[in-house]
Structure formats: structure tokens, C-alpha cells
């Protein structure tokens, strides 16, 4: 430590790259640190319900799995995945419709470290700094991350209850030259709205008309509860949609598997960008979705999570109607795991954080949805984790805070 | 000897605590002290009474660790613990409470009022702010009146400010506490007592790059330049110090505080408020002025945790 010239802590602040500048510690993360106190009912994550899996077979399954084919679970393997693997994805694809006839194949079947990952190959193929990205506002916060990332500046397409508003995304398309459109048509998160039937296919004419390609990103698709969702937007087209989706949220999400179904050419580039990112995806974690999708009842699985987020979902909705203030709104998902909520007129999610906290229950505010900071009457609502009591008990808990800040703005109003 | 490190807890500053946490629970082993790492939480009284800690070091940050009330139970247990009594800490949390004894003994610290919501609802918020500014000046300085890092504080500049800095103050407290905001610069000096008395290790001189020590300049390293030891005249150090100390006394603490103050552009002293429970962070003040000092923090702390056992 110099006596002179003071310390920062951090040799490193003049060597950043640029895009790291702004990274700072975060007052509402630190407040975040609470959520997963059993105290607190936390409707902030996003995690699905694991303990719903069969977890002593899932188990057993993993360990005669190591005991067999160790050699080859467990050495390295090829950047693009494994073969078997994604064969079986083409075979759930093709229950949505996405396949030979609109072009699926195994080939073009990129394995990816989660969804996320396959966002991020996205990003590294196709964003130059300064470029624009359409998405609906609001949308997922782990895409708004790697857009940043890629120094992207993201334009947000409004929604309502039938999703992404065509005309919106028509104004888009005239004024600016994006990329591409990046999109969570089915049960979205965060508003768990979906894009109706007639409005996919507008969407799509309309992409088409202006070139842009189409970014689909679909984990939650399979989630409907008591519905079929409407196909997939990369069942519908064979050229100009990229459909990503993830084991996380139908499977495990500790396992960290998801992918990309690509055009043939762009394929090979995503295979070598990801082999200089992380080589290849955990042979292990491929080995363990092969062996559950083979030789379990896995769509027997996902029907269990469905019926179990259903009912929470209907928990949610019901406490919302019964206990939230006049004022708030919030949308009505068929499937996935998050509602979304509108506060009262003058009412600021995240200036909210810290009384909820101290009234044990979380959530997450809007802002963190929106690349430009807007979203602070909103907030989401997760009702996958929490059991259908703690579901009641958070919403009750949150109706109070929402009650008490709408108070406190009132003292102030005159004076604000 | 066996430590228990408290850490974590239920406050605002539950992330910070965990952090401080590891970093004592690192110190105190690496001098061989036989230490471990617990929550607040239903485990921990059948855990301290089965297996009887020496001490516990409290490195709770917020209202459990450093409103008294734990420090309460753990009484009601015979377990010592490290810093003040209940009583003491209570009087240190809670601001103007601390403000009023530091004023009765004379010590600087800016003019204030603290006031709980109710009282803005009941008598108009639009006259209470008025009066406040008219008083007070600007600008002003709105902050909890009980709570830490710098959380749901503003500095006020301009009077149409005032009430968005108050809703947010109330998102954190009922009651908040308004201040002539005093400009010079932020020092901290770390008090510790490890046998013949308090003493005030070298102050530290806090640079914040934007100007303000909010919460992202305190917990990001890079954002704010340290001075250990702060950049002042030997003199104007000097009252600093002994200011410091004072203040730690009349507020009758123990073992370890941290005195937050703010030396004017003439040399005279304020202090803001006073910490029974400093922050232990790869960023905090009280490790930075120990190695400023000379000292190692593993020593230093042992010390202090072997006073507070001897305290059976």
C-alpha cells in the first residue's frame, strides 16, 4: 500500500477491457443475498422444481452410467456434441413440429452449455459493437447480459396479452437496421405471455419481407399447462429462424445442457467458435440427458412438472386477485414458470426492494429487463419453486409492501 | 481456543457480512485459532450451548449484529462475544440516539433531526421539509437512522430533491435521519483495544472516484482510492485521532469500533457515525488501517477475541 498515492484495491482498473468499465458492485443483488433464508418466500428466481424428479433412479441411472461407459463419459468429446444426443433432440423437436420436412436434422444440431451458451455463439457470430438487436421489452436478463457483452445496443418491440405487437415491430423495422430479432414467443419470460397463432405467422412475413433473421429462443414451450402452445416459429420456416432451447427447464438445469438448431453453413462456424470458447460441452452432462431421455419416462416426467406448475400458477393467480391493492395487473400465463406484475401509477418496483426484503419476500424488479433501465412499475413473479402455501404467503406479504409504499408515496406526492 | 465467527444474518447487509465473515474466519485461522463459520439462524443457540465456543466474533453487519438484540441472547447464553455489550451497541446503532451522546460530550457532528414517517403524514409532508431546509441549510445529507454501506442515503443538493431522497430513505427505516451535510473529506479510524486500552490505529482517507461512498464505491474494488494513512497535517491527525477516541468512549464500546468522520477544509472534525461492527471486506477500512499500522490482522483479532473470552 502506498502512503502517497492511496490504493484502489484493484492493480488491475487501468487495464480493463472498455466493456468491463461499467461493472460495479450492486445494491440490489447485495439485497438479493437474503432471498434464499427460509424466512424469506422468494418468488425472484427462476429455478425449476428438481425435487419433482425421480432422484434416487435419476441416481442410480448416473451411477451404473459412470460404472459402463466411463471412458467415454468422461473423457473429452467433439465440439459440436454428441451424435446420439443429437439425434434425441431432433425426436423432440419433431413433437413441435420442427422436423425433415422443415430441414431438422442431427447435423445441424449444435450442443451448447445451456441455452446460454447458445445465445453467446449467437452474439459472437453475428454482433459487431454498435449493432442492433430487436427484442420484446421486456425480455429474458441473460440476453440483455450477453448483448451488452457483445456491445450490441438492444431496441425493445412492446407486448401485450398475444405478444410482441406487430405494428411496434413494423415502426422497428423502418427505423432501424438490426441484426436480428431475438424472441421468447412461448410462455415468456419474463411476462409469460405467448405470441398468438395468427400473430407468428405476421411476424415471420414481415422478418422475411425485411431480411432479418429470427433469433427463437423456446425453453419454456413444452411448459403448457392444460394447452398446446402454438408451434414453434422454426417449425414454420425452414430458412431465416434460429431456434435455441435447453434440458434446464425440462430436465435439470444443474446439467447445463441446451442447444441450437442452425442453417447448414452458419452451423460449421458456431461448431468452431465454440470449440476456441470451451472445446466442447461436458461429455458427462450429454451422457446423463442420452441415458434419461433413452431409458426413462421423461415426457411422463414433464407431465409431472406440468401439473405441479399449474397449480402454482393457479395459487399465484388466485392470491394476486385476492390480496393485491386495486391498481396492480398482472398477465395470465398458460405455461412456464413467471407472472408479470404492474404496480400502481407512481410506484417503483426496485425503490420497493428494500422494504420487501424486510418483509421476507422477493422478487424481482422490472428494470432488469430492459436494456435501457425502463420496466419500474413492473416486476416477476416466479411460481415454479415456491409450494402453493408459500405462494399465498409471498403474494400476501407483497401486497402489503405495494400497500405500504403506495402510502408512503402519497405523504410525498404533493412535494415530489 | 474455538471461535465462532457469526456472519450472514437476515439485514440489508447479509452479502457484506458473509463476506467480512470469511475474511475473520481466514485471519484467526491462519494464526492457529480454531475457528468456524455460522449463520443466525434456529441452529444457533442449540449449537452454541451443546458446543461451548470461547468467544464468538460477531461479523454481523445490520440490525442483528449491531442493534444489541443478539448480543442480548448470546448474554442469556454466558457465551462471550466480541465488542460491546448490548446496551452500548444499541446506543451506537441507533443514530441520533449516538448523535445526542456525541453532542452532550462535545464532540462535533453535524446538526440534525430525525423524524419517522408518521410524523410527515400527520403534520403535511410539504411544511415538515420547508422547516427542515430553512433550519438545516442545504445541502443536506438523508440517510436511516439505523443501518450501514451507505444503503438509502442521499446527499441533497437542491430542496426539490429532498422528498425522493426521504422515500427512498424510507424504503430502509421507519425513521430517518436528516443532517447538515458537512464537505471536507471522509476518513475512517479503526479504534482497537488489545490489553491497555482503546487505541486508534491510522486513519484512513476515503477518495471516492464520483464523489459519493455509496454502496457501489465502498464494495467495488477500483471505484475509490484509500489513503492509509490519511493525507493530513500532523495536527489536524492528531485531533482526529483523539476526537475518535472519544468518541468510542462516551458511547461506552468495547474491543473494536470504527469512528466515521469528515474533516473540513479548515482541519475541524465531524463525526458521522460510529460502528460497533466494522466491516471486515477485502474493502474495508479496519483491515486496511491494520496494515497501515504495521499489524496483522490475524494478530490483531486474536487478541481482541482472547479479552472478550476472558470475559467468562
Not at chain 2, 443501518?147 to 443538493?157: C, E, I, K, M, N
Request: glycine share 10%; charged share 20%.
Amino acid at each position: 500500500m502506498s502512503e502517497t498515492g492511496g490504493t484502489t484495491l484493484d492493480d488491475y482498473t487501468d487495464r480493463y477491457a472498455h466493456r468491463v468499465r461499467g461493472m460495479t458492485a450492486s445494491e440490489i443483488r447485495a439485497l438479493f443475498a437474503v432471498a434464499n433464508r427460509p424466512e424469506v418466500v422468494s418468488l425472484a428466481g427462476g429455478m425449476p422444481y428438481v425435487a419433482a424428479l425421480p432422484l434416487d433412479t435419476v441416481g442410480s441411472m448416473i451411477g451404473e452410467l459412470v460404472a459402463q461407459q466411463g471412458d467415454t463419459a468422461l473423457q473429452y468429446g467433439l465440439g459440436q456434441g454428441m451424435l446420439e444426443l443429437r439425434e434425441r433432440i431432433c425426436e423432440l423437436m419433431a413433437d413441435v413440429g420442427i422436423d425433415a420436412r422443415v430441414g431438422a436434422s442431427p447435423d445441424d444440431v449444435v450442443v451448447t452449455v445451456g441455452g446460454q451458451q447458445a445465445l453467446d455463439l449467437v452474439a459472437r457470430l453475428f454482433l459487431d459493437p454498435g449493432d442492433v438487436v430487436l427484442a420484446e421489452g421486456p425480455t429474458y436478463v441473460g440476453a440483455l447480459g450477453v448483448f451488452q457483452a457483445a456491445q450490441a445496443r438492444v431496441v425493445h418491440i412492446p407486448m401485450d396479452d398475444e405478444g410482441l405487437i406487430p405494428e411496434a415491430l413494423e415502426e422497428a423495422l423502418v427505423r432501424y437496421r438490426a441484426k436480428f430479432l431475438y424472441t421468447i414467443p412461448t410462455y415468456q419470460n419474463p411476462a409469460g405471455v405467448t405470441l398468438t397463432e395468427q400473430r407468428r405467422e405476421r411476424v415471420l412475413e414481415m422478418c422475411e419481407r425485411a431480411g432479418l433473421l429470427v433469433i427463437e429462443d423456446d425453453p419454456y414451450g413444452r411448459l403448457g399447462f392444460n394447452e398446446e402452445a402454438p408451434l414453434p416459429l422454426r417449425a414454420r420456416r425452414r430458412d431465416g429462424v434460429f431456434y435455441l432451447s435447453t434440458f434446464s427447464k425440462t430436465f435439470a438445469p444443474g446439467l447445463r445442457v441446451g442447444w441450437i438448431l442452425a442453417p447448414h453453413a452458419v452451423r460449421d462456424k458456431l461448431v468452431m467458435t465454440t470449440e476456441a470458447n470451451i472445446l466442447c460441452p461436458s461429455n458427462f452432462a450429454q451422457s446423463v440427458i442420452t441415458t434419461y431421455l433413452r431409458t426413462m419416462p421423461w415426457r411422463e416426467q414433464l407431465k409431472g412438472y406440468q401439473q405441479i406448475y399449474g397449480e402454482r400458477r393457479d395459487a399465484m393467480l388466485t392470491a394476486l386477485a385476492d390480496l393485491m391493492p386495486e391498481g396492480t395487473n398482472w398477465t395470465r400465463p398458460g405455461g412456464g414458470l413467471f407472472v408479470w406484475a404492474t404496480l400502481p401509477d407512481g410506484l417503483d418496483s426496485k425503490a420497493m426492494v428494500p422494504r420487501a426484503i424486510a418483509a421476507r419476500v422477493a422478487y424481482v424488479p422490472g428494470t432488469g429487463f430492459y436494456a435501457d433501465g425502463s420496466g419500474q412499475r413492473h416486476m416477476r413473479l416466479n411460481f415454479s419453486y415456491p409450494t402453493p402455501e408459500r405462494i399465498r404467503e409471498g403474494v400476501r406479504r407483497l401486497a402489503g409492501v405495494v400497500e405500504q409504499e403506495a402510502a408512503m408515496r402519497a405523504v410525498f406526492q404533493e412535494a415530489l | 481456543m474455538n471461535v465462532v465467527v457469526l456472519a450472514g444474518g437476515l439485514s440489508y447487509e447479509r452479502d457484506v457480512s458473509l463476506r467480512s465473515g470469511r475474511r475473520v474466519l481466514d485471519a484467526l485461522r491462519t494464526v492457529g485459532v480454531e475457528a468456524e463459520m455460522r449463520d443466525a439462524d434456529v441452529s444457533l443457540l442449540p449449537a452454541l450451548l451443546s458446543d461451548r465456543p470461547d468467544a464468538v466474533f460477531i461479523a454481523l453487519h445490520g440490525s442483528t449484529g449491531e442493534d444489541g438484540s443478539l448480543r442480548g441472547v448470546l448474554e442469556l447464553c454466558g457465551v462471550p462475544y466480541v465488542g460491546p455489550d448490548a446496551f452500548a451497541s444499541r446506543l451506537a446503532w441507533d443514530k441520533p440516539s449516538a448523535k445526542a451522546v456525541l453532542r452532550e460530550h462535545h464532540i462535533p457532528t453535524p446538526d440534525w433531526v430525525a423524524l419517522p414517517h408518521d410524523r410527515f403524514s400527520e403534520l403535511g409532508a410539504v411544511a415538515v421539509l420547508d422547516r427542515i431546509v430553512a433550519r438545516l441549510g442545504l445541502p443536506l445529507m438523508v440517510k436511516p437512522a439505523q443501518g450501514g454501506s451507505g444503503l438509502g442515503a442521499t446527499v441533497v443538493r437542491d430542496a426539490s430533491a429532498l422528498p425522493a431522497a426521504m422515500v427512498s430513505c424510507f424504503a430502509y427505516d421507519q425513521t430517518a435521519l436528516i443532517e447538515r451535510y458537512a464537505e471536507g473529506v471522509d476518513v475512517a479510524v479503526s479504534i482497537v483495544d488489545l490489553g491497555e486500552g482503546p487505541i486508534a490505529l491510522p486513519p484512513v482517507e476515503i477518495v471516492p472516484s464520483n464523489g459519493v461512498y455509496d454502496y457501489a464505491a465502498r464494495y467495488t474494488a477500483g471505484l475509490t482510492t484509500w489513503h492509509a494513512p490519511a493525507r493530513l497535517a500532523d495536527a489536524v491527525s492528531e485531533s482526529v485521532v483523539a476526537t475518535a477516541l472519544d468518541a468510542h468512549k462516551s458511547l461506552g464500546l468495547r474491543d473494536l469500533s470504527r469512528v466515521d468522520l469528515i474533516v473540513g477544509p479548515d482541519g475541524s472534525t465531524n463525526v458521522l457515525e460510529v460502528n460497533v461492527s466494522p466491516g471486515m471486506t477485502e474493502t474495508s477500512l479496519l483491515p486496511m488501517a491494520v496494515q497501515a499500522a504495521g499489524m496483522d490482522l490475524g494478530e490483531v483479532l486474536v487478541q481482541i477475541v482472547r479479552r472478550a473470552a476472558g470475559r467468562q
